[in-house]
């Protein structure tokens, strides 16, 4: 299943790196960016997660709170926010079906291999739950800053 925009967020609950639960439908009435990436310190990854994370005063200042999504467990997340000294809560999604239910979760293909993997894509959801906006396989330079405009403009309606 695939997004669109304007279509009614699937509801979700995830575990941060602490253990702390993160439900969607407990986050409405705030602006939220979630964007779902394969692995834990790999280059694309710590690129993503590095860039979000200096923009994460910017983001909170227009209200909106950012989370990162992967298959990895707690304990990856911590290092890899440890590691990279990261402002982000990092959720952990490990049998994929808020990826898969998010449309984000799909056939890749690498070095000649076929695999099911992450999809790497980000969401912005409105404070009544709606998908406001979105973007699939993302290309990671300059992808922060681009998300952070059209939260921007989507604010200024």
């Given at each position: 299943m695939s997004l669109s925009v304007g279509a009614l967020a699937p509801?979700?609950?995830?575990?941060?790196?602490?253990?702390?639960?993160?439900?969607?439908?407990?986050?409405?009435?705030?602006?939220?960016?979630?964007?779902?990436?394969?692995?834990?310190?790999?280059?694309?990854?710590?690129?993503?997660?590095?860039?979000?994370?200096?923009?994460?005063?910017?983001?909170?200042?227009?209200?909106?709170?950012?989370?990162?999504i992967s298959p990895d467990k707690a304990s990856s997340h911590r290092r890899f926010i440890a590691q990279q000294e990261l402002e982000l809560r990092l959720l952990c999604d490990e049998d994929h079906s808020m990826l898969e239910a998010w449309g984000a979760w799909g056939l890749k293909k690498f070095m000649g291999r076929e695999y099911m993997g992450v999809v790497r894509s980000t969401w912005i959801v409105d404070p009544q739950g709606r998908v406001a906006a979105l973007w699939s396989q993302v290309k990671v330079k300059e992808h922060a800053a681009e998300v952070l405009s059209r939260l921007t403009l989507l604010q200024q309606g």
């Open positions: 509801d979700f609950t995830l575990a941060d790196q602490d253990g702390q639960p993160f439900t969607l439908s407990a986050a409405r009435g705030s602006w939220l960016v979630l964007y779902s990436y394969p692995k834990d310190n790999t280059p694309g990854c710590t690129q993503e997660a590095k860039d979000f994370s200096c923009l994460a005063r910017e983001f909170a200042q227009a209200g909106a709170q950012v989370l990162g």
